[in-house]
Structures are given as C-alpha cells and as structure tokens.
C-alpha cells in the first residue's frame, strides 16, 4: 500500500539516528496519556488529535524545561492506542490508574470497551543529568500511579539490535486483546470483534500515522515532524502518508506483519515511530537525511 513502506523505512531510520548512543543512556518509556470508556460508534478522532498534539508540546516542553535539548536529550516514538475488553481488564495496577484518571471500571459494560491512549518513546537522555531525572519530570508532567514507566535495553543485545527489533515489532498492527500491562508479559487473546477492530482502524486512519509519530530528530532540510498543536489540521499530514486510509488497506498491511517476537521482547509492547536520519561522518547518506546532533554522542 502507498506510504506504508516508507513509513516502515523511515521507523527503522529514525531509531537508528540513536545507535550511537551509549546504551545506558537509553531508555524506553511509556507514558499514559489517557483512558476513557467508549462505545464502538463514538466519534472522537478530533479529540484524539488534540489529545495528541497536546501531548507532543507538553512532552518538549517538560524535556526543554528539566534539560538541555538543543544538542543535548533526544527522543523519537509513538502514539499507540489499546482496547481493552471488559473480561481482560488487568491487575490492581491498572485499576489505580484508571480510578486515578477519573475511570470507572464498575460501570463497563460487555458493549463497551476501554480506550488507552499511550505512547512509546526511546530516550537519548544526553542533555539531562540522569535517567531518573528525565523519568521524575515525566511523572510530575503525567502524575499518576504506574503512569510513567521506564526500562533499559536489553543487555546481552547491541545498541543497534535493540532498535531494530523495536523498529520492526512497532509495525505489526495487532488488532488483538492482550492482557499485558506495564511490565508483565504481553499474552495476546482473541482477535478484535470486527465492528471494534474497524472503529480502531478508523481513528488511526482519522488522525493520521505522521500525527502519532512523536519526534524532535531533524531531517537534512531542518525540519521535525509536523509541528505539534493542540488542534493540528489535516494539511500537517503529508500526502505519503494519506490521512484517509482504508481500514481494508491497513488490515492487510497489518496481517502481513503480525509476526511473533521472541521471549525477550514478548514482555515489551513497544510502538515506536522515529525519522529518517544518518551520521555526516559518512560519505554517502543513508536515505537522504541527517542528524540534528552533528558531534559524537
């Protein structure tokens, strides 16, 4: 389909713009943004896109004011969004969190479902004191219990291997139950119910896959992502990455790459959307991008 596969390219691309980087400067983070009950007729892609751009400034600005980001902490990710059913609603953890945002699982009924609007983002924590210092401004920004979860890479793999892994599980588009939450192990149920798995893919396709990339890594010609606002317009969506794409269209893509991770990703549900970037210090640019930071991690 048009754009996915430059899509694909421009995620593994942009977690490579990272590989340079020492691998304990390195964390994954996964921040909840929201969560809400809905019904499978609810039109809220508007909302979603505002919740969105919202989150891509609060992100910068939090990062800008605790650090350095000029030179310094660089991140590239993705908005995901979960469903949860009513039967597979976790742990006590989650209980809290949804009770903390004003969620009532009590009041959940089998037609409705729980939307989780999350995102996925690798961390170059350069311009920061620590780790932990980058993950205590992310929890006073999103306070919350479990809220805000961190891990590190996975020791026994490379820098390079670690993303490319990432890159590769973000793209999969499983429209499956899972019954995973913030640190345990993914275990995938049943398929989504078609009319739920079609309402999914109608909101991804509403607010657009260049929407839900969350990024500050440059391009060569000096610009990010499409910038962030709180009400961002469709014209911010490039045309490679059509904003009206068919839910058959994305199924198809997404069926062809639901593949299955090995054990030591199996516990990590990561959705990570990066930009196409090389190091100036190579001779020939690898897809015609370069990095912001042009001196050695």
């Known amino acids: 389909m ?17 590989s340079r980087s020492p691998s304990d400067r390195l964390i994954f983070v996964t921040p909840i943004i929201d969560i809400r009950i809905v019904d499978v007729h609810d039109d809220i892609a508007v909302e979603m896109r505002e919740i969105v751009g919202g989150f891509k400034l609060d992100l910068r600005h939090c990062l800008a004011s605790t650090g350095r980001i000029k030179r310094g902490t660089r991140w590239t990710g993705a908005i995901e969004w979960d469903l949860l059913h009513p039967n597979l609603l976790g742990g006590r953890r989650k209980r809290e969190l ?13 037609k409705q479902r729980v939307l989780v609007t999350h995102a996925h983002i690798v961390v170059d924590t350069r311009g920061h004191r620590s780790s932990s210092a980058v993950m205590s401004a992310l929890a006073r920004q999103w306070p919350g219990p ?3 979860v961190s891990r590190a890479l996975h020791a026994d793999k490379t820098v390079r291997e670690n993303l490319e892994r990432l890159a590769s599980y973000c793209t999969k588009f499983r429209m499956r139950y899972s019954q995973s939450w913030l640190g345990t192990r993914t275990e995938y149920g049943q398929n989504f119910e078609p ?7 109608r909101l991804i396709s509403s607010v657009g896959l ?3 990339t969350v990024s500050n890594v440059l391009s060569r010609a000096g610009h990010t992502v499409p910038k962030c606002t709180r009400h961002p317009p469709e014209a911010t969506v490039p045309q490679r990455f059509p904003s009206g794409l068919a839910v058959s269209q994305l199924m198809m893509v997404g069926e062809a790459h639901d593949t299955t991770v090995n054990d030591t990703m199996q516990n990590v549900h990561y959705t990570i959307v ?7 210090r190579r001779s020939t640019p690898q897809h015609n991008f370069t990095r912001r930071d042009h001196s050695a991690p």
């Open 195 to 201: 009319e739920w798995r079609d309402a999914l893919m």
């Open 274 to 280: 990066g930009r196409m970037c090389t190091d100036k």
């Open 98 to 110: 949804a009770e903390a945002l004003g969620v009532d699982f009590d009041a959940l009924t089998l």
């Open 2 to 18: 048009e754009g996915l596969v430059e899509w694909r390219e421009q995620i593994d691309a942009g977690m490579q713009c990272l």
């Open 210 to 212: 260049e929407a839900m």
């Open 146 to 148: 479990y809220r805000v």
